[in-house]
């Protein structure tokens, strides 16, 4: 369990890396917290979308309101510990994952939005497993649900690209060290040093 010395180092500054690349890279931490915060809001709403429908519940009707933001939120943890207290976050996984989580959101509310524009047929198979007009669900609560998940979408987008900005001056420094144009820091041997030392305990833990 993380202690309360283990808080001394926490900071909303987060990977100095990230911090250091560019300013807008800097906001990588309060972008993750933003999405952690509502992927709870979104799990909160799909349960009480869950709760309003008329019709008899099937799986395909729990995966967008609840399993959906419910990935985003096992996601945004971790990448939060990793930003504010660890302050170690690899920019590779970051994109990888915010990624396929940016994709995952805006396809899962293009689907909603699907089944309601122009979809005037509520018997319908889309309609009828996610529009309000067929399950008899809530709308407030859909339209509030569909719009979290669209910003959502819009904000892993914006840490992807955070991710990638930082992995390509993080290659390019390690360019220029190999090359011997720049020398590395005590502050950049330090840290790798400490994750190498990270490494080794995890592998020797099993």
């Known amino acids: 369990m993380l202690g309360i010395e283990g808080l001394k180092d926490a900071s909303f500054e987060g990977d100095t890396r990230w911090s250091r ?13 933003v999405i ?22 099937n799986f395909g009707q ?12 096992f996601n945004a ?8 207290l660890a302050r170690v976050n690899s920019p590779t996984l970051a994109l990888w994952f ?15 939005l699907g089944s309601c524009v122009g979809n005037h047929d509520p018997h319908g198979s889309l309609a009828r497993n996610e529009c309000p007009s067929g399950t008899g669900g809530n709308g407030g609560v859909w339209d509030a649900m ?7 979408a819009v904000l892993y987008g914006l840490v992807a690209a955070m991710a990638w900005r930082v992995r390509r001056a993080i290659r390019a ?5 190999a090359q011997g144009v720049e020398m590395v820091s005590q502050e950049e041997k330090e840290r790798r040093e400490s994750e190498a030392r990270e490494r080794w305990r995890y592998l020797q833990a099993g």
């Open 146 to 152: 569909v719009a979290l998940q669209l910003v959502s």
């Open 62 to 73: 729990v995966i967008q309101p609840l399993i959906v933001p419910g990935l985003s939120f």
């Open 98 to 112: 915010s990624t396929i989580l940016s994709v995952l959101m805006f396809a899962s509310a293009v689907v909603f």
């Open 173 to 177: 420094k390690d360019d220029r060290i």
């Open 21 to 33: 690349t560019a300013r807008w890279t800097a906001h990588a931490p309060w972008f993750v917290l």
């Open 77 to 84: 943890i971790p990448s939060l510990h990793l930003h504010v």
């Open 36 to 57: 952690g915060i509502l992927s709870m809001i979104e799990i909160a709403l799909g349960a009480t979308w869950i709760a309003s429908l008329k019709t008899n519940l």
